[in-house]
């Protein structure tokens, strides 16, 4: 297996303040992984600062080859985080894109590409900073289930942390993670890649609503919100086709997960999903 690119990083004390970096998904479909990204935080005594200027990352141009489109994006965010703080993304994708690609964006010229530099050394994703900053340690007050992780081809590949959300879920006494098979291979989302290759896409997300089905967990949890709206509304479309009532794979961001499972005031901390 090929190794993250930031498996050697070096990692902070916990900070007293960091920044959030929302993804526009979570902003326009699921603002709750958002507001539990708060909370998560915020329980462990650090202040979120929300950046209300902030936008997409850029990398649907990027990777759909609009490399000034993308800059332009990009060019915005960097005017943002100004303090030296950490920058808290809840998502492998977005995070990627900033910590990665940022600095190569601005390759040629020395002024921004040292700040894109020194911003892309302060992204973290979310589950790598419970890990590896915040030392996550909470009592799991959720009911016995069975769950499937699914990781995003640039967290897993970029990024490297899907270890980290395993790790997390792994805190969970009365939680049993389940791999499903080809656990590697994408989603089909790929953000761009499933508006102008759709039947592709619904194809390979047909095959991974079938692969996670068939461990029989109760649902799905990822750290990404693209992937997550794929597979759970490939399956949902599929209940509807079948006339089924209630959802056969319902899904979490993994920090609702998370909060619902360790906040002891959640009256759903009992519950299975």
């Known amino acids: 297996m090929s190794q993250s690119p930031f498996a050697g990083r070096k990692y902070p004390a916990k900070p007293s303040d960091v920044y959030l970096f929302a993804t526009c998904l979570i902003d326009q479909f699921t603002p709750q992984a958002g507001m539990d990204t708060v909370l998560l935080l915020e329980r462990e005594g650090i202040r979120v600062h929300y950046p209300q200027g902030q936008t997409c990352c850029g990398q649907p141009a990027h990777s759909s080859g609009y ?3 993308a800059r332009a994006v990009a060019k915005a965010q960097l005017e943002l985080f100004s303090e030296p703080w950490p920058v808290v993304v809840p998502s492998g994708s977005c995070g990627g894109m900033m910590r990665l690609h940022y600095p190569h964006l601005f390759a040629d010229d020395p002024v921004l590409h040292a700040r894109a530099l020194a911003l892309s050394e302060r992204i973290f994703e979310l589950s790598e900073f419970l890990v590896h900053v915040v030392n996550f340690n909470h009592a799991d007050l959720g009911a016995d289930c069975t769950v499937a992780l699914h990781t995003s081809c640039h967290a897993r590949r970029q990024m490297g942390v899907h270890e980290t ?5 792994d805190t969970l006494s009365q939680v049993q993670v ?4 080809r656990i590697e291979e994408c989603c089909g989302f790929g953000g761009t890649f499933a508006l102008l290759h759709p039947d592709i896409s619904e194809a390979i997300v047909t ?3 079938a692969a996670i089905k068939d461990t029989g967990a109760s649902c799905v949890v990822s750290a990404d919100c693209g992937c997550l709206l794929n597979i759970t509304g490939r399956a949902a479309k599929q ?3 079948a006339g089924c009532a209630k959802a056969s794979l319902p899904g979490e961001h993994l920090a609702c997960f998370l909060w619902k499972r360790t906040n002891p005031l959640d009256t759903n901390a009992g519950a299975s999903v």
Not at 165 to 169: H, N
Not at 178 to 181: G, K, L, N
């Open 67 to 69: 490399a000034d489109e």
């Open 207 to 209: 095959d991974k609503v």
């Open 178 to 181: 389940v791999e499903q098979a």
């Open 239 to 241: 209940d509807e086709l």
């Open 165 to 169: 959300s395993v790790a997390l879920l």
